[in-house]
């Protein structure tokens, strides 16, 4: 897959997130890293990798992906990962949610990579607000109630019991999966005399 898609599409990701639009509150974060692969099981279609700082991870590969019989233990490989959380204050509404994926990848024969964004969106109603100590509880579309505590910076007197909430949790990750030099090893220091 083309660089410059894999950029584009996480680019925009990262300036959907940090837009600056009213009765929202937006976080972004971006981590790019070469990690190792361990393990590939192609009957499972799950592929465990690990990263710089030696933790694993397995992730599931969509059954769209074709190339999945070209990446082996002990590739390195570079990878993009964008999460957002974009909170939104609404009047009115039920609860609800929906979830939305989309899914780039390469084509047959090419080197594996691609791009996966799944959007999740989820209405609550506030339930309650305790605006001395910064709790705010939410009921959500399966009658759960969540109490999380907001932030220092965000506008607490803008809530209020009744209000809806909606809550948009973007995940994208980008596998550009161009073998990556293996790191090279430090010479040894010579002991001095």
């Known amino acids: 897959m083309k660089r410059i898609a894999v ?7 990262v300036f959907l997130a940090q837009a600056q639009v009213k009765d929202r509150i937006m976080a972004a974060q971006e981590t790019e890293a070469v990690v ?13 990798f690990r990263g710089p700082k030696g ?8 059954p769209e992906a074709q190339n999945l019989d070209q990446v082996k233990p002990g590739q390195q490989y570079k990878i993009k990962y ?15 949610a929906v979830t939305a994926q989309e899914v780039k990848l390469a084509p047959k024969g090419a080197k594996p990579g691609g791009v996966i964004a799944r959007t999740k969106e989820i209405t609550a109603v506030v339930d309650a607000i305790d605006y001395k100590s910064r709790y705010v509880a939410v009921r959500g579309p399966k009658g759960n ?4 505590k907001v932030a220092d910076d965000v506008k607490l007197d803008q809530f209020s019991a ?16 161009a073998a990556q ?13």
């Open 7 to 13: 950029a584009a599409v996480l680019s925009s990701f």
């Open 36 to 48: 190792t692969v361990t393990k590939v099981d192609a009957k499972a279609r799950t592929v465990t």
């Open 55 to 62: 933790g694993m991870a397995t992730l599931t590969i969509p």
């Open 82 to 96: 964008v999460e957002s959380m974009i909170i939104e204050i609404r009047k009115g509404g039920k609860p609800s």
């Open 145 to 148: 109630v969540l109490s999380a």
């Open 162 to 177: 009744g209000d809806s909430v909606i809550l948009i949790h973007t995940e994208a990750l980008a596998i550009e999966m």
């Open 181 to 193: 030099a293996p790191a090279k090893k430090q010479p040894e220091k010579k002991a001095a005399k």
